[in-house]
């Protein structure tokens, strides 16, 4: 397990961490979702001890990360701003990680580059943005580490790769219980892999909730009634979150369970109604106006 506890980062005059406490659980995917400058990578970089916070703590499995080489060897950073050994192939950059991480796995790595079409012997500067990207997402999972943390790891990826990739990281979740962070601005992206989403804005978290409880306690709702006294009178005493009116038609995003609105709503005695299921980013657009974040111009991607 990850714990974050009152982290704080300036860089200069910039804020870039304002008092962060998340918690990530083992065994599942945890996604960072926010704009540029959001404060992301620099929240993956204190995880992963890289960069040491102003105050706070970050501790993994119970134990201090930051100057700890043996918590370090249980994490792999897969950052945005690649890095690779100047002109060096992906075979001499597995040899490279071979020699820190005990646990590599330099055949597995072999044949996921040959499944990916992957050069070994290539130069890494020979390759599009989308290969380098390629290499550093094989060359972490062959780490055998017990956490991956990703900056924007599916960027650049064509759809066929970004499938592939998504089911080595499920098959490594079942068969070694790796625990991914993934980092991205863009919510659609994540929303078919991740458990649980953290929001940043501005350096501080707006929500941190698990997907599925989310989608639970949230209903959309479309429906036509006779006259507006009736459709008052079924929203009446309803958590209503948004609502949009398109000549007769309305649509509400309700907190409360499935069960509490359709009663609600059938009490009314509406001409036409069903419940909808929400994206990810319908709720998070709905939660966020709440608390006067405008989440449209940071999540959409």
Do not use: W
Request: overall charge negative; some cysteine; proline content about 3%.
């Amino acid at each position: 397990m990850i714990e974050l506890l009152d982290l704080m980062k300036d860089f200069d005059e910039v804020k870039a961490v304002n008092n962060v406490s998340l918690n990530v659980l083992d065994g599942e995917v945890f996604g960072l979702v926010g704009t540029n400058g959001a404060g992301k990578s620099t929240i993956l970089r204190i995880i992963s001890g890289v960069i040491k916070p102003d105050s706070g703590i970050v501790l993994i499995d119970k134990r201090p990360v930051y100057d700890n080489p043996e918590v370090k060897s249980d994490i792999f950073y897969i950052s945005d701003d690649q890095y690779f050994l100047p002109a060096s192939t992906p075979d001499e950059m597995a040899n490279y990680y071979e020699g820190i991480y005990k646990n590599f796995d330099k055949l597995r790595f072999h044949k996921l580059c040959s499944g990916f079409g992957l050069d070994t012997k290539r130069r890494i500067s020979t390759f599009s943005k989308g290969m380098k990207k390629q290499v550093s997402i094989l060359l972490g999972l062959c780490a055998g580490t017990k956490y991956l943390l990703c900056d924007e790891t599916f960027d650049g990826l064509d759809p066929v790769v970004r499938q592939g990739v998504k089911s080595l990281f499920a098959g490594d979740m079942a068969d070694r219980g790796l625990t991914p962070i993934i980092a991205s601005h863009n919510l659609r992206e994540l929303e078919d892999i991740c458990d649980h989403i953290g929001l940043l804005h501005q350096g501080g978290v707006i929500l941190s909730e698990d997907i599925e409880d989310m989608k639970l306690k949230m209903q959309k709702v479309q429906c036509v009634f006779q006259n507006e006294e009736e459709e008052k009178a079924a929203v009446e005493g309803l958590e209503v979150l948004l609502h949009e009116r398109r000549g007769r038609l309305s649509t509400y995003t309700i907190r409360g369970e499935r069960e509490e609105v359709e009663a609600a709503f059938k009490r009314g005695n509406p001409v036409f109604f069903e419940v909808l299921a929400l994206s990810l980013e319908e709720i998070f657009i709905s939660e966020t106006e709440v608390v006067g974040y405008d989440i449209r111009k940071f999540v959409l991607g």
